[in-house]
């Protein structure tokens, strides 16, 4: 079993920066994978990031590259999601899921494909 509790969230302004943390309990941290999601209202939840268990492999979704940053802290059991130049369209609720048995390509996009999720923080990002 792995629990997850994100935080962070809350409500900016377009262009700020906000950094998402997601602790990971119960099982040893550095050996999977974690990924970042997003659901907004009325939407399907989207990818939005991931890390392979080491750090070395990153993944983001096209619609953050470059905005986003995901980076983990093994000794903390942590990840976390930097998050600048926010736009009202990443308004979402957003949650933090591990993969205990990622893919060959040390990481994935697919939501199938994690195994456990956290509760979820929510992000709102006015104009």
């Known amino acids: 079993q792995v629990q997850l509790v994100e935080s962070g969230g809350g409500l900016v302004q377009a262009g700020v920066s906000l950094r998402l943390s997601c602790a990971a309990s119960?099982?040893?941290?550095?050996?999977?994978?974690m990924g970042w999601f997003r659901q907004a209202p009325g939407k399907e939840r989207e990818f939005v990031a991931a890390?392979?268990?080491?750090?070395?492999?990153?993944y983001y979704a096209d619609s953050v590259k470059g905005r986003f940053t995901i980076s983990r802290d093994n000794a903390k059991n942590t990840v976390y999601l930097q998050m600048n130049s926010l736009k009202p369209e990443d308004t979402a609720v957003y949650y933090c899921?591990?993969?205990?048995?990622?893919?060959?390509?040390?990481?994935?996009?697919?939501?199938?494909?994690?195994?456990?999720w956290g509760q979820g923080t929510q992000v709102t990002v006015s104009s």
């Open positions: 899921a591990a993969d205990l048995k990622p893919p060959r390509a040390g990481v994935s996009g697919d939501a199938k494909g994690y195994d456990y």
């Open positions: 119960g099982r040893t941290f550095s050996s999977y994978a």
């Open positions: 890390i392979s268990w080491s750090g070395g492999i990153t």
